[in-house]
């Protein structure tokens, strides 16, 4: 069992990402994570320049701790496994920027007052690339660097081309598709992943109102109730492939012991789509997608 961090708390998932970047880096820049994480919580929290606080209410920084956490661990676990390629340094420090900044799209300007960072679901990742290119240029990292940020986030767009992505090397890719699987992982396993799906349908509930697109997935709910009992089956009929396949089955570096240990992730997940079923027996679920 992984040690219980409060999500909730962006300092208790910083100590957890600072000890595992020392554990598999003792010669990095020890105040890298530290950095790192004031400048998402300077985001999410309003004090970045023309920028609102995060109002999204299901994708707000605890969301994005979640993500974090779940990351640093499936790359502790890869690390520790031993295999290829290796994750650098440098690989390791923009993933974790890239999980940092990955919904960043959500958040508004000053002078947008209308609605919440919710009504741009259907454009957040290009926005979250876009946000994350400006903000590191400000703090003059390379122009590779930053692009590799940049595809690192666009891993996380459930309908994104992953093979056509320009990373320059396979630890690149690999490290976005971890950030893309630790997305997934960290949101469904959580405790309260349940309880806050009517939340998650109110968002795509004014992205599909904002946007007036009737095809995209977001428009393709008839309420909060229909989105919970469809998730069971958007579970098994489309993310468990998706993690197997697309993204090269990086969850299993969260068993413990790997390779054959229990992946704590998963159970919680599964225990979580059994809820749902247990609540709603009797009524047809059908897959999202």
């Known amino acids: 069992m992984y040690p219980r961090v409060a ?26 994570v530290g950095q790192a994480f004031a400048w998402t919580v300077e985001c999410f929290t309003g004090s970045h320049a023309g920028y609102q606080a995060v109002d999204a209410r299901y994708h707000d920084l605890e969301h994005t701790m979640q993500g974090t956490l779940c990351m640093v661990r499936l790359l502790r676990g890869r690390a520790k496994a ?29 002078d947008d007052p209308a609605g919440t960072g919710a009504k741009y679901t259907i454009t957040h990742v290009a926005r979250s690339a876009e946000f994350a290119g400006r903000l590191l240029k400000e703090k003059s990292y390379a122009g590779r660097d930053i692009l590799a940020v940049q595809n690192m986030i666009r891993c996380t767009g459930l309908n994104a081309n992953l093979p056509s992505l320009p990373f320059a090397t396979e630890a690149e890719r690999i ?39 009737r095809e995209h997935f977001v428009s393709s709910f008839t309420g909060p109730q229909d989105l919970v009992l469809r998730t069971p089956g958007f579970w098994q009929q489309s993310i468990r492939a998706k993690l197997d396949q697309e993204l090269l089955g990086l969850w299993r570096f969260l068993n413990d012991p790997y390779p054959d240990g229990p992946n704590e992730y998963i159970n919680r997940i599964e225990a979580n789509m059994e809820r749902i079923r247990t609540r709603n027996q009797g009524t047809p679920v059908a897959g999202r997608c």
């Open 82 to 110: 031993g295999v290829g390629p290796k994750i650098s340094e440098r690989e390791f420090r923009l993933g974790l920027l890239a999980i940092l900044f990955h919904d960043t799209g959500y958040l508004k300007r000053q």
């Open 175 to 213: 490290t976005g598709y971890g950030l893309a699987t630790a997305d997934l992982l960290g949101q469904m396993a959580a405790e309260d992943y349940v309880d806050k799906l009517p939340v998650l349908y109110m968002e795509f509930a004014e992205a599909a109102a904002y946007s007036g697109d």
């Open 7 to 32: 999500t909730k708390d962006p300092k208790a998932v910083e100590r957890e990402a600072q000890a595992t970047y020392l554990a598999l880096y003792p010669d990095g820049v020890s105040t890298f």
